[in-house]
């Protein structure tokens, strides 16, 4: 049905650090559910590059104390911010589950390292998507922190693969009000041609 999928795509949405519940606790098979739904996106040849890495538990705050940790060993003193670093310790609190996610490089390379990343990013949208019909919250975190050859080491990754971001999750807390969600119309980057 045009509709149903139009209102799955378009309530798909991110809900950060700050719009998840203080406790928040999500079963472990639900994230199951969201990997195995993950698992089922398209890629090229069926390489499935897609590659993650659960935080649940205490892993969730050592996942926060390590991604504090590289902050401020990344950070030059005159970028360096001190609320961003001290909110790291408190993440925890709100957040369930983080599931790093990572595009890892197709050993046989059959493909370019850019498709990849693209049937990943693909895997990345069908856990968005799974979000609201699990009643759960959260987004994908990026960023120089996650790019970094700490991050790469702790978690354990091979020089081609690349940590694609991380998928921060928790229980929504409702009386949080996020502004209203906006697009560009889409027909201002759509060009069609017919001759
Ligand atoms: C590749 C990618 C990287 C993102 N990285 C971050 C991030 O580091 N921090 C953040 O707050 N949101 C991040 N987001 C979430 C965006 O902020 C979010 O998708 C955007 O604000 C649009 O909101 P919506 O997802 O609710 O439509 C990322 C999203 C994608 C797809």
Not at 53 to 63: E, H, I, L, P
Not at 65 to 92: C, L, N, R
Not at 103 to 132: G, H, M, T, W
Request: hydrophobic letters at 40%.
């Amino acid at each position: 049905m045009p509709e149903t999928i139009e209102n799955w795509i378009k309530n798909r949405k991110s809900t950060f650090v700050e719009g998840l519940k203080e406790g928040s606790k999500i079963d472990d098979a639900v994230i199951e559910k969201l990997l195995e739904n993950a698992s089922w996106a398209p890629s090229h040849g069926l390489v499935q590059a897609w590659n993650f890495k659960v935080f649940a538990g205490n892993g969730v705050k050592r996942f926060f104390k390590v991604q504090q940790q590289i902050y401020k060993e990344i950070t030059p003193a005159d970028k360096f911010v001190g609320f961003k670093y001290e909110a790291y310790s408190e993440k925890h609190k709100r957040v369930s589950h983080i599931i790093a996610i990572i595009a890892k490089r197709d050993p046989y390379k059959r493909f370019p390292a850019q498709e990849d990343l693209v049937s990943v990013a693909c895997a990345v949208q069908n856990i968005y998507l799974s979000l609201q019909a699990y009643g759960i919250a959260g987004y994908l975190s990026t960023g120089g922190v996650c790019y970094s050859q700490q991050m790469k080491h702790f978690l354990n990754l091979e020089a081609e693969d690349a940590p694609i971001g991380f998928f921060i999750l928790g229980e929504a807390d409702e009386s949080f009000q996020r502004p209203p969600r906006m697009r560009i119309p889409v027909g201002q980057k759509t060009e069609w041609i017919k001759e």
